[in-house]
């Protein structure tokens, strides 16, 4: 029996209060999406099966280089993220998942650490590795670089930390590495991009070596940030000739809010698929730059777009199709909780409507050129409204209809602030 | 007699080595420029005269929100970060006056603060407020906005900080404040845009009323960053209409950093000047985004076409022209002494060589729809290496021919390290 | 009794077949919006209110720089143009209105064109001059500026021009002129920036002296295109500085490809509504530049984000307030007509959408700061599927339920293309 | 001996009145070389052995999708553009060759036309083929795209013209094959993003097995236009991919208006060279897209730095490192002959730069990651006015110390206007 942050009575009561109209929108839904020959239920079903993880570092408040704004009850360490990541899962029902950040979420013991995740059904996803900040028992500092650093001694020590993440890794049961460095230059000339490129391959291949078989290593580009002037896996196109280098495990990860401005993503995307690198998915949305907002609140399209790519290529069973997802967001002036259970469901909104297009219309659109059409298929399943079919995934697993009015009657933010008091510097750094 | 940081002695040994070359390069432009009729010694005194001011902030050094890597010997307060903008003054002559943000650079006593700048012979230069940050004294946060936050009791504390910022420029012989806020949304439908902007300029009007006669008042826009939906004075259209409803006083700052993607920067300067508003500037360099890179590093030529606007509205005598420049950089991966001394110089060089743009040739191929004569106008003046007149500048005023060989010699950070201990959060924020 | 240019047989036929879901769909949905107190009623009524204006050259294929690839059909003149234009607007219903451009759809007898668009029922929109194209009886060029020309006589040449337009417009019953232009420079240099505009504001005032009490004279800002470097009018500060030089009947007009990447366009529309300077919109949608690809294609959240800042000022009952809307795109890769019926309704959603956002629930989430909830408050609105509002709107008023599907099984474009055949260099500029 | 299109006389009485000058300032950078151990003769040597091409298109007046404002005595056919071309080198002495664009320069008999060529000293630089505009004669149309079109037929005929461009190429002497296409997609869903790249190099697969193993297949990426949504070669990334799938003969093509905003250049560059792919260059400049403005004319250190890249592989001796450079650019509002000539020596300019920067100094800043003097490295060689390096040689070679000036003084454009009048039309395609 899973231990439960939220008290299930008050998700029950909640749910029964809505129910009445969320069967007659569903009964609605069912009825249109049946003229185009869906089951409904057949959909529900896929909404259920759907999980995206949740990062550690992202249940604390981020920050700006200009500013932190803490809440109350902020999580203090591990333990306390891993209860915050119950509740997302609890109410949201495709969060059981936990993507970890070392040094950040080191412990004495990972026996513990994982026996205290299954006592929430929790589990583990892609081992985040952070060679981005000097730590307070670090010998050589990345303040130059660290898996391309031109000291020998300091690569060294940046592969001997992802060496241990792995090890970390294996015993909370996850099978993947994510490596993203911040790696890169502020001044023209600062570091040669060639050579800077090739010591990062090399560091690479020393961890490809460790990890096991059963395992990928995911690579991260960036186009910029922390590094202003060059970074040294800067785009998709950096990602995976490094990831072709590396070998099979190797495979590039996309985070939404690291490219170019007016990039088209889902082609990126598409691209990866294509050359069987695509790894994965961090989740966010962006205005700007890696702004890390709230995944679907300003470009709800362009994710509904990735996720046609991505149905589409689990539909046509493309070879090594298997990408994992993750949301990585900054939550500045939000209650975290809330913004990483709606995140998930907007996530997960895009995949159902995604699931929804008609294929077989769309293929005969783009064969005889039927641009207008062809768009109109897409918006079609778009403009649909899915609320339906995500509130009833989650209301059959136990989550709730309503998440967010859930939550907030729960009190449990002020009910963990009494025991979290606020602390400058808490356990979540500021990303 | 002005205290001085770095000994005379060693500048003057330095000067003596490079003073043959020096000659012969200035005594050669001499030549080149008399061909086209400028006498190279009126721009020697023109380049003598040029000031830009450094930013106390500027001396420590600055991260992002993942890192901050701090060098050694860094200031620890206002006093110390006087010590190394009079090192940046004596061997760049070009920067003798300092910017102060409060409350970072607050004293008990500021009587005490003007006399230990004047004993190095420095100035005073805009106030800067700060809103943006939570102080560990304060009492209502601005989380959600300071100048424009729903809350009238936050929007008073934010005004009062600039009111007392007013008293204590005066007491420092300042004449200007400038207003940087972070206020803005992260997420659509946050803010309402035109409630926040009015409460805006509500609350301007009260500091504007508090601004001395003979002041400026200088309002700062900036595209994104905190914020990263929207910002409450997002680009300088939204700057000057708040200068003109606020009055002749108000001026609009650009910071080269602020703006969109491909931006126009020197159309919007000569904009600015056309409409009598253009206050100052604040310096330095970008690739991606507001990236504080140090001047002049990434786009020499647009600091070029900057500067050509600057010194044509001179020219020209156009009206209410008098803006001020400073410089305003992170310092991330260099020791910001070296930074700010290199960065006042690029600057400088951009005024001489507009200095030396053929106006009249120029104005001619305008009229004449001479388009790439124009261009080659400009080129001209851009390509001839003016650094000549920068050292010859410096020579004659006691600085250094090699400013940063001569500060290498120095030791003085090493020095001061000695003096400094390393501290965790020093008096420098990350900005 | 207006003509018809396709047969109400057919749509008739059509609307029949398709009543039953729409009647299903609309129930349904007037059930949803009940339960937030929306009488769907009423907003149907607003929908079938609603109006945007269709280009003249809108309905001739659009092309690049690189190629043009015309369809079948196209029209010849102006009078073919209006035939499309009334096909157009009797399939949705929304778009009673053309907007002509001058010298393109210039005639003998306004007399007569005026008699042949009301005998469809169609108005005349805002008159469009053009002197960004030297046409064959023209005396001087515009290849180095029009109304920003350094020749005085180039320069009255393009006053003329707009003198007229008004003129024409009178005639046609329009009631505002939009000007555009193509001015600017590809060389740094090549145009003395604050020369340049005061040149064009001297132009325009005497252009804006013309303009009848009863008129308004609305300005387009461009960042670039068709000039590379500068363009005179390059984003919404310098419009509305230019429209407040000129006076009240001056608005500015917004184009949504015409700003730099990334800009917030919704902020700058509710900057215009508060200064009272928004005069209207050219709607088309874009991914890169001034891409004028179909409304609502790229960015269907920023397109309804604009509309909840309409909605807005007018639930607000804003001063000043009473914009016009019309479509400016280019059809490269469709039918002209399909695009625009689409692209029509497609605006035409985001307003209804904007309509049912709980504005006091949106309101109250704004001055409490709860960013998450006030986003959720408009994706609400968006997400929820408003087609059976728009389709009963049609419906109502004798267009089409499926418009596209009739247009198709019409043959109108087949049919067309018998009398209208093809020319090199049809009657439609390439815009 | 070469036929000549400038008289000689007027050049030697232009260089003779020039030379005095241009010998001071040759002797002085000589004596400011010699400080740093550089031979000036050396670096003058290579200045004389640089080569950049001339794109046949560029001698005509180019437009955009809004007006071409022709100039007199445009070249009417590939002979007359030819005596354009050899105007340019003959004054630059640096574009001795000229890079053709098929059909539009397609003739009857090449043999004529290499002799032609042949009588001005001219060779024939990379073939262009050209599936981005439907020709008079041409059976199936490329709206829907040419290499990835949904139609078998369709493809085969454009990539018959690719055949047929390589056996002209060969009966000119040329060794390349540039393949750039227009194909993409205006709306999500128009085009399957993996099927239009799998059908793309299906083409090219075709079109490589008829490359001459003695010839290299370059492919040009471009981020948008004609296409606005998508583009099937779109960035650096699916460039080389393509160009790994094809084989060892197939290399990339960096245009540098190509990108999106703020990508960093000079490191993809790097990357090519790394990955031993980057096959060539179509210098130009821009500030917002494709603006095809002349090269170094906006960002002037952006182009320095790529050929940093360029000197620095050649100086390591990169394996595989021999790439080709051209100009590709639009001139709307100049004589396209000075806008080549000027164009050709300011991308020779930062070569010579490149050429005289301190390596073994950059490389030790590098190691030692003194980011600071590592950009005053490459600073100071891009400060230092090497235009005297150029005209001196120009004028060894017989070329023009002030080709601008002799050029205007010829009164060529004149002369090539009474003998070739104005067409509507003209011999030159809007690109």
């Given amino acids: 029996m899973k231990n439960q942050r939220i008290s299930s009575e008050l998700i029950s009561e909640n749910n029964e209060a809505a129910l009445k109209h969320l069967q007659e929108d569903y009964d609605h839904l069912s009825t249109v999406l049946s003229r185009q020959n869906i089951d409904i239920e057949a959909v529900t079903t896929q909404a259920q099966a759907f999980e995206i993880a949740v990062p550690s570092w992202g249940v604390g408040t981020g920050g700006t280089r200009f ?18 990541c119950a509740v997302i899962n609890q109410l949201s029902q495709c969060t059981g998942s936990v993507s970890p950040h070392f040094p ?109 078989d059963d395992w990928e290593l995911h690579i991260e580009h960036k186009m910029f940030e922390p590094a202003f002037y060059s970074t040294v896996v800067q785009d998709w196109g950096s990602n995976i000739l490094a990831a072709m280098e590396l070998g099979d495990k190797a495979k590039s990860l996309v985070d939404l809010g690291h490219h170019a401005p007016n990039v088209n993503i889902e082609m990126i995307v598409s691209r990866l698929i294509q050359f069987k690198k695509l790894g994965g998915f961090h989740f966010n949305d962006s205005k700007y730059g890696d702004d890390d907002l709230d995944s679907g609140s300003i470009h709800p399209y362009q994710q509904f777009l990735i996720f046609n790519e991505l149905v589409d290529a689990e539909a046509r069973g493309q ?78 697993q136990g989550g709730a209809i309503n998440p967010l009015q859930t939550y907030r009657q729960s009190q449990y933010r002020a009910q963990v602030a009494e025991v979290r008091p606020s602390v400058a510097g808490s356990g979540s750094g500021i990303v």
Same sequence: chains 1, 2, 3, 4.
């Fill in 104 to 212: 950040w979420d080191k412990v004495d013991d990972f026996t513990e650490l994982k026996a205290f995740s299954d006592s929430y059904g929790l589990q583990w996803d892609s081992i985040n590795s952070n060679t981005f900040q000097d730590q307070a028992d670090q010998a050589l500092s990345y303040k130059y670089g660290s898996l391309t650093n031109t000291d020998a001694a300091t690569r060294e020590q940046a592969i001997a930390h992802n060496l241990e993440c792995i090890e970390w890794g294996k015993q909370l049961g996850s099978n993947r590495l994510t490596v993203w460095v911040g790696d890169g230059s502020n001044h023209p000339g600062q570091q040669h991009f060639q050579h800077s490129f090739e010591r990062y391959l090399d560091s690479m291949k020393t961890i490809y070596s460790a990890i096991p």
């Fill in 67 to 84: 500013a932190r704004f803490p809440g109350i009850g902020e999580p203090r360490n591990v333990f306390e993220k891993l209860e915050d």
């Fill in 319 to 396: 070879e090594g199709f298997n990408p994992s997802y993750m949301l990585d967001q900054s939550h500045n002036v939000t209650d975290p909780i809330e913004s990483l259970i709606n995140s998930a469901i907007e996530v997960q909104r895009s995949y159902i409507k995604a699931l929804i297009v008609d294929r077989a219309a769309l293929s005969d659109c783009q064969e005889r050129n039927d641009a207008l059409m062809a768009s109109n298929t897409l918006k079609q399943a778009f403009n649909l409204d899915v609320s339906p079919i995500l509130a009833m995934a989650r209301y059959r």
